[in-house]
């Protein structure tokens, strides 16, 4: 068959979840047999999020052929299981770069270069993925960030309502609206859905099905005023109530008919409706996992999507250890050698996250120094990694002002030192070491043991590295530098062998874990503190 395209924009407000609804489609198709991908496009003028404080964007994702991506790739993988690449991430500053790029090479021929047509065919180029040619995809879901009407948006809702008559049958959209409850009336109010569709209508584009966000059950009643106002059939209006677990969104969504709804839209019989049995068996494993395990998260921001790929990939790792993950972020800015105890009292376990710069590294290497000497399983990533390092260089070598060049470039002992690679880059943007790259795991150690294989391939986000002057003292003193890129001896896992659970990965293992498929480091983590 042709392949399908399904648009989902949102309204009303930002953050309703339409990551989340874009991945649980892809996994209900995926359930029905069906290839699939998801992409996300951004209106934000930056070329991709690399350079975004995670307080304005939570986390970077970063894809496998090292592409810094929006958080929302990460649920899109974590669903479904696919591996997007750069292609899947697409950004306004990405569009208007190529197609001022082109016009500089003079591939338009002296034309004026405008929005319409020449920055809505790129889009549409992008969206249609037409340089994936080859990949045989029977649907394409893409995700338009930010809210209808913002003017940022206009250019990729042309290019949408363009498709739309382009592809015929071959295009759905699914328009993600807020229903707020007013307390003090009672009520549920549909007016802004109403408007958000008219905004939408305007654009030239009807909506194929509705997704309502509740935090309150719609009655029948409700639903059709939704329908009869917005033009959509009562059995496309679909609700999204507040769930206790992102998880089961996919089930809530087959049960009210959402992907029957697609493929009626599409014009593909229905058939019967899949099991999902290992999706329910999740679920069920969910529901029993009660028994808390306390974890403590030592990292400087403050905000639960900074580190979202880590809290899934713990949360994951608990529900499949049969323990009920309970997460404390510990600003690492506020730990000193006097609290540190209080801090991480009645933690079973500690992760050193990722991150940059100079704020709140010594709470960490404090923290770290804790869990080290009253062997408290620690799990060290990236950024957390190189402070496990610089810990023990300065509290067991002996090197007092032990660090890395990026904080302190006049160290004496760089135990950290910034990459041969990337000495000569000044520009911020996409320049580090990026993507899947191989990793050697040292016979007889922890690691080779957790991942039952001696090569593995993860995801690095990283200009800085392990100094292998020191490797010698290091491994003489108990570190033991266990994981080593083949090709540049590059030291990615280190691991204390005579503690419980003590282990660094310059990587980030948090990008590879699904739900069917929870990352190995971290389900042996838990394992170990459960």
Not at 191 to 196: A, E, G, L, R
Not at 240 to 264: K, N, T
Request: charge should be negative; glycine fraction near 8%.
């Amino acid at each position: 068959m042709n392949t399908k395209y399904i648009f989902v924009t949102g309204g009303v407000v930002s953050s309703l979840g339409k990551g989340i609804i874009s991945a649980s489609i892809g996994k209900l198709l995926q359930a029905r047999g069906y290839k699939v991908t998801i992409q996300k496009f951004d209106p934000y003028i930056n070329i991709d999020p690399g350079t975004l404080n995670p307080y304005e964007h939570g986390e970077c994702y970063v894809t496998v052929d090292g592409m810094e991506t929006d958080l929302d790739l990460g649920h899109y993988e974590r669903f479904t299981g696919i591996h997007t690449t750069r292609n899947n991430s697409i950004t306004t500053g990405r569009i208007y770069k190529t197609v001022i790029d082109r016009e500089r090479h003079g591939d338009y021929l002296g034309k004026t270069i405008q929005v319409v047509p020449h920055i809505t065919d790129e889009i549409k180029r992008r969206m249609l993925r037409e340089e994936e040619k080859g990949e045989n995809l029977d649907f394409v879901i893409t995700e338009v960030g930010g809210t209808i009407g913002d003017i940022e948006s206009a250019p990729f809702m042309e290019a949408i309502r363009q498709l739309r008559w382009q592809l015929g049958r071959d295009a759905v959209c699914v328009h993600l609206t807020y229903v707020p409850y007013l307390k003090a009336a009672e009520e549920l109010k549909t007016k802004p859905t109403q408007h958000s569709v008219k905004e939408l209508q305007g654009m030239g584009i009807q909506p194929d099905i509705l997704v309502l966000r509740t935090e309150r059950h719609l009655d029948d009643a409700v639903r059709m005023k939704v329908a009869s106002f917005c033009n959509v059939d009562l059995e496309c209006v679909v609700q999204s109530e507040d769930m206790p677990s992102i998880y089961q969104v996919p089930v809530s969504m087959q049960r009210q008919g959402l992907d029957a709804a697609i493929m009626r839209k599409i014009g593909i019989p229905v058939g019967e409706t899949p099991s999902m049995k290992s999706w329910h068996d999740f679920l069920d494993k969910q529901s029993n996992a009660t028994r808390e395990v306390h974890i403590g998260l030592v990292g400087k921001y403050d905000l639960q999507d900074a580190y979202k790929s880590i809290r899934e990939s713990l949360n994951l790792a608990g529900i499949y250890n049969e323990v009920k993950v309970k997460l404390h972020f510990i600003n690492s800015e506020d730990i000193t050698s006097d609290n540190v105890a209080e801090k991480l009292q009645g933690m079973a376990g500690a992760v050193i996250c990722p991150g940059f710069g100079l704020r709140g590294i010594e709470g960490k290497i404090t923290a770290i120094q804790y869990t080290r000497t009253n062997d408290i399983p620690t799990f060290g990533i990236c950024l957390g990694m190189q402070m496990m390092v610089i810990e023990f260089a300065r509290n067991v070598l002996g090197f007092a002002d032990a660090h890395s060049t990026e904080m302190n470039p006049d160290t004496q002992h760089p135990v950290i030192d910034l990459m041969e690679e990337q000495k000569n880059i000044t520009g911020m943007g996409g320049t580090m070491r990026l993507g899947a790259y191989d990793c050697a795991l040292q016979e007889g150690s922890k690691a080779r043991c957790i991942y039952g294989k001696p090569l593995i391939q993860e995801r690095h986000r990283h200009r800085y590295e392990f100094n292998n002057q020191y490797l010698e003292e290091f491994e003489d003193n108990g570190m033991h530098c266990v994981g080593r890129n083949p090709d540049n001896n590059l030291v990615e896992v280190v691991e204390l062998s005579d503690k419980k659970w003590f282990i660094g990965t310059q990587f980030h293992p948090e990008y590879a874990s699904t739900v069917l498929h929870p990352h190995p480091l971290f389900m042996d983590f838990i394992k170990a503190v459960k």
